[in-house]
């Protein structure tokens, strides 16, 4: 009863945001602060239903019921798991968005954003809950579509109704592949209850579960973001507002890890060699590639939404190796690989939606998103820029931060495949594992590239010169998610062990040693160990070390300021500074190969061909994906449509003739037996 009491007061805090949004649409200050602080206050049930299940037991709530549709809500651990990820990313966004909307205060329909940003939360939390298939997929449409109107928010703008036109035609392509994939499961379990499909997925026929496989990879993998499915992501994450992006990023594309998960693991046991195999190339394919486009963005947002296709590479590594443990018998190593997974899923969620809000915080200071415009931030906005630091950090995979934790589990994940006897899977997960250093090296260069353009040095631009600091409320939400990032990291044995018990049932076992202590030493079978308390630790005391040593000796020293040296000019400006395509250069030039760059010099002369008053550089790589996969397809359909386009002739009679035709030859077919 306490479970469906929280149910219930988290779908009406959501209703009643998005209600208050339309009732109050006229005052925008008490528009935003109804919306989101409703959010705020279903969020904060959420996280206590979600801590309920998992540490208590699975809860069922039947809306109706039929001997053909069940549709209600069912919560287990991993639905729980998920529900407390949406909910904690969505505690911190909303406070956030307080202070964020004023962005939009007297230029945008605020009713409109609060009440599709609180229909859009409650469709994920519908989406991990339901217990049907076809609830399912009614609820995961009105989250793609209510999705769909956010990415399009700005929808004056040409680049913004791009962005939503590849996003709808991507998520709905996936659409198609998923009721495919359930279509199939119903057939061999005579229901669409979950349920059943749990009971009876196993035990299909080997080709109709590889079909189901298939098509649960492509329909949710096009919605997670891996490659070559993701190309939605780089357009529609940068033109949703920031605080949208951040949900986005962070939470709604992890609800298709969790059907990924529920799919594989629940429905079918991920019992088949080759699934786990052909998830690895594409997880390791996402990551790598995901990293590497990444460095080469100079757009803020579109580099953040290149890492989200990393991480989701790495999430799925961590699946996927679990999968071929499965399939080769290794039950407490299977369970060690999807806790990593697990445990980088949650991890991604709060630095991912941190890195966005403090993205968000420099467009709303700066009103750009371009980094080669930004620079000397730090100073004019101290905070954000501590909050942005941290997310990189967490993100760059380094201690003792959440990102690096996660990381490490997958890791040694990977190299626990020395106990499988296939030498050639053995070689290819142990490769995914030089493709993941790769991977996490190419992050930390590029977030020193995101921060160091961004914050440091002088300003490039005039509206950064006058930039502040944004809204309380901004701050404390990503104030909020940084906190959350050190936890993460310097306390994980206290969460491993919950991972534990939400992949036990995944997986059929549990991992039989998991320390509790202030190291975390993960698995029997491996004496490894590592401490992130310690490294925290050591870190603060060595470099405190040095600052007390120096009070100490020297006492307290008067502060001289002197001028930057700036290569020897008189003056040092903007213009001397170290640029984000300088940056990325030699990454560019060392990887030429893969990214095919071209470059564009413009040149304006000052009456003389031999005098140049002004010189532009472009350079841009070239877009691979869309060049040569989706521009043929999207032609040869433009193609196929201009052909089928002679049968539209506008009148009745021709219509009616189709239809006399068709019936015809139906009436052919059943007479001759073929009904």
Known sequence: MEYTYLLIGLIISYLIGAASSIILNKKDHLCACAAFISASIASVFGIILSLSVVFGETFTFTLSSSSFLNFGFFVDRLSAFFILLISIAVFAVSIYSIGYAKEYFGKKNIGYLGFLYNIFILSMILVVTANNAVMFLIVWELMSVISYFLVVYEHEKPEVRKAGFIYIVMTHIGTGFIILSFLIL?????????????STGAAMPQMLKDLVFLFALIGFGAKAGIVPLHIWLPYAHPAAPSNVSALMSGVMIKTAIYMLIRVFFDFLGAGVLWWGVLVLILASASALLGVMYALMEHDIKRLLAYHSVENIGI??????????????GYTELAAFGLIAGLYHTVNHAVFKSLLF????????????????????LLKKMPWTGLFFLVGSISISALPPLNGFVSEWLTFQAQLLSINLSDNIIKIAVLSSGAALALTSALAAACFVKAFGISFLALPRSKAVEHAKEGPKSMLFG?????????????????????????????????????????????????????????LFLMLFIFLSLPFILALAVGGRTPTKTYDTWGCGQPV????????????SKPIRMWLGNIYRPHREIQITYAGSPYFKERLTFDAQVEPIFEKYMYEPVAGLVVSVSRILRVIQTGSIHAYLAYIFITLIILFAFVISGGG
């Open 315 to 328: 999430i799925l590594i961590g699946i996927s190796v679990s999968m071929i443990f499965v399939s080769s």
């Open 478 to 534: 990503m104030g909020t998610l940084s906190l959350l990032c050190i936890i993460l990291g310097v306390l994980p044995f206290y969460f491993v062990p919950v991972l534990n018990s939400i992949a036990a049932p995944l997986v059929g076992t549990t991992i039989s040693k998991v320390t509790f202590d202030l190291s975390l030493a993960v698995f029997s079978l491996r004496s490894e160990s590592i401490s992130t308390m310690w």
């Open 357 to 376: 809000m403090g993205a968000g915080s420099l467009i709303y200071s700066t009103h750009t998103r371009n980094m080669e415009d930004m620079g000397g």
């Open 572 to 583: 040092t400006t903007a213009r001397n500074e170290y640029t984000a395509t300088a940056f």
């Open 186 to 198: 119903a057939s061999g379990s005579g229901s669409f209850d979950f349920e059943t499909f749990s």
